[in-house]
């Protein structure tokens, strides 16, 4: 069974930052679509960033540009999503996924084929207050 493991949700104020960590399985640290969604109470699963694994290049929905940085450490087996000055509107369940087919983290495609992503994690909370 794939396992991936989100960590590092919490309460945040605005403006304040926080570091989520998604632990992935060694056999995705290249070339796999992977990518960080959220989810926040009532709406639709959005998309907020995704990088072909051991690639350089990450991209971000246009909500979180600026805010948020994805890095992969596979020293410790995670992929990480640094929030700064977080808003209110960061507030929900975010979960990172992977997609088989590497091409979809390409031309931002990734961000309106979430259902096409084979592997998630359970999610964790974020509650940013203002």
């Known amino acids: 069974e794939v396992e991936l493991r989100e960590s590092g949700g919490d309460s945040v104020q605005a403006g304040g930052s926080l570091r989520l960590s998604c632990r992935i399985p060694?056999?995705?640290?290249?070339?796999?679509?992977f990518a960080w969604f959220r989810q926040a109470p009532g709406k639709e699963r959005e998309g907020v960033a995704a990088?072909?694994?051991?690639?350089?290049?990450?991209t971000y929905g246009d909500s979180v540009k600026g805010r948020f940085t994805l890095s992969q450490d596979f020293d410790k087996g995670t992929i990480d999503l640094q929030m700064n000055n977080v808003k209110p509107e960061d507030t929900g369940t975010y979960y990172c996924?992977?997609?088989?087919?590497?091409?979809?983290?390409?031309?931002?495609?990734?961000?309106?084929?979430?259902?096409?992503?084979?592997?998630w994690g359970q999610g964790t909370e974020v509650t940013v207050s203002s």
């Open positions: 996924a992977v997609d088989n087919w590497f091409p979809r983290c390409k031309s931002g495609r990734w961000r309106a084929q979430d259902a096409s992503f084979h592997y």
């Open positions: 060694s056999y995705f640290y290249r070339d796999y679509c």
């Open positions: 990088v072909i694994t051991g690639s350089d290049k990450a």
